[in-house]
């Protein structure tokens, strides 16, 4: 049981303004603060997580990994899902129930994820970006008809299924990298995303994650200078 | 239990030749030989995907989905993890080994597939094929940088933990997408996804999900003249 064990999340100590709140570790800490399951951070210093401690916890050098004890795991997927397993917030306890969220769990993050990734992807870190800004229509298109798909799925209801779920946090994760003005064209999916982040675990999770950024900003900001 | 359930999976009865053996039903099927559980297929008609019979499984309008008795789940990931659940062939009993290979299940489809996916959306979709070519390079890079991560990570082992799991089905099901000549700088990651392919369960599901594809060939070839 997760409970019984000392648990903690690697997290990073600041981020560039665009990937503030948006880090996966954020994931994570609000599938835990949902579950009521006590954690601590480990915190890396920018620019240190490709080394060698790092990478023993996360074999691509990524943020973030979950301590469990003896144990560890890593990819904010798998460690929310694993959550999810001892939280009756995040999951229900019937069969039928539980492969509802698992296949919304896994739609957040491989079919309405993958563009909106890919766009951001594109905008922020392409170095060509006249070709990036051509690609763009077609990328915003593939996200518009996962939007439109959503739309009718949360027509009418408050959540993915008739609760929320584990699949509902990571949708909700995901449609965060969404432009508002895009979103605004979906109407039951903007209401959706407000009332899932408007959960006291998310903000929560998400005032966690940003406290660091604030107060080390003035450091790295010197350092980039 | 999966094996007291009829089961059925949904295919296409032909896509065209670049996604003929990457269709993410031969993931299920995969998975399903490898737990020995039997099941039967529901063909789609190629351009069918998107109607209301195939939407009332799928909401996004793709293929797979498993219809399991009175109960269906779709995204190929999670049905192929809820498969796992039920052989000791795709996860080992102890609590730590079904971590790792949680782990490394997610990790194939949101952190080494993303890239990958991303180049093969550039190449077959763009209708900017310059813009696409002059991006080329830099996703290049990124795949690289994900599959110089595995190669240091399988050097010297045979599967990504002590013993194939759903984290390895995953993984070789992801690295099919890459390139053969791109693979073949990354020696261990070339031995590991051969080893992987070679296993009877993978062919009797290639072998299963192609034969429509060339039953059907000609007659989807000549509505496409």
Chains 1, 2 share one sequence.
Not at 45 to 56: E, H, I, K, P, V
Not at 70 to 79: C, K, L, Q, R, V
Not at 84 to 98: F, K, M, Y
Request: glycine share 6%; aromatic share 8%; net charge negative.
């Amino acid at each position: 049981m997760l409970r019984d064990c000392e648990l903690s999340v690697t997290a990073f100590d600041w981020v560039p303004g665009f990937a503030q709140g948006l880090v996966r570790d954020l994931r994570v800490r609000w599938a835990l603060e949902e579950a009521g399951i006590p954690y601590g951070v480990d915190l890396l210093n920018q620019g240190t997580q490709g080394g060698a401690a790092n990478l023993a916890r996360q074999p691509f050098g990524q943020v973030p990994s979950l301590r469990m004890g003896d144990g560890s795991m890593f990819e904010s997927g798998a460690i929310v899902w694993r959550i999810a397993q001892e939280s009756d917030v995040l999951l229900p306890s019937d069969a039928a129930g539980r492969d509802a969220a698992l296949s919304w769990l896994f739609a957040a993050l491989n079919t309405v994820e993958p563009p909106i990734s890919m766009l951001a992807q594109l905008e922020i870190f392409s170095t060509d970006k006249e070709a990036a800004t051509r690609l763009r229509p077609e990328i915003v298109d593939a996200i518009r008809l996962r939007l439109s798909a959503l739309e009718r799925e949360l027509s009418g209801r408050d959540w993915l299924t008739d609760r929320f779920t584990v699949g509902d946090l990571m949708m909700a994760a995901v449609l965060r990298m969404v432009d508002r003005d895009m979103l605004g064209n979906f109407p039951a999916v903007s209401a959706y995303l407000d009332r899932c982040i408007d959960r006291p675990a998310f903000r929560k999770a998400l005032a966690d994650q940003l406290r660091p950024f604030a107060q080390n900003e003035a450091r790295y900001a010197s350092m980039m200078q």
